[in-house]
């Protein structure tokens, strides 16, 4: 039972060595082989300083004067301007 014991935690100590010896192996990647460089996004105009105006790619869902495009969720035209 002694010897049988002995054998076990010898061979632990050995897996357990093993084990540390495997992960500490240096597999580092370069930056380069994750960084994604293509398709490059088009340069967008960001529109007049101070937000005066919406950027060149914006969807302008309310141009702050005119409801036309909006209805009331009844179905009625909207109220407020």
Same mark, same amino acid.
Not at 45 to 51: A, E, F
Not at 54 to 69: C, E, M, N, T
């Given at each position: 039972m002694t010897?049988?014991? +002995?054998f +076990?935690?010898?061979?632990?100590?050995?897996?357990?060595?093993? &084990?540390t010896?495997? /992960? *500490? /192996? =240096?597999? /580092?990647? #370069?930056? #380069?082989? !994750? #960084?994604? %460089?293509?398709?490059?996004? #088009?340069?967008?105009?960001?529109? !007049? $300083?101070?937000?005066?105006? $919406?950027?060149?790619d &914006?969807?302008?869902l309310?141009?702050?004067d005119?409801? +036309?495009? %909006?209805?009331? $969720? =009844?179905? *009625?035209? $909207? +109220?407020?301007?």
């Amino acid at each position: 039972m002694t010897n049988y014991r +002995s054998f +076990s935690v010898v061979l632990f100590i050995f897996m357990l060595l093993l &084990a540390t010896a495997c /992960q *500490s /192996q =240096d597999n /580092q990647m #370069e930056p #380069e082989e !994750t #960084e994604v %460089w293509e398709p490059v996004p #088009e340069k967008i105009d960001p529109g !007049t $300083p101070y937000y005066k105006e $919406p950027p060149a790619d &914006a969807i302008v869902l309310f141009g702050g004067d005119d409801l +036309s495009a %909006w209805e009331h $969720p =009844d179905g *009625s035209a $909207p +109220s407020g301007l």
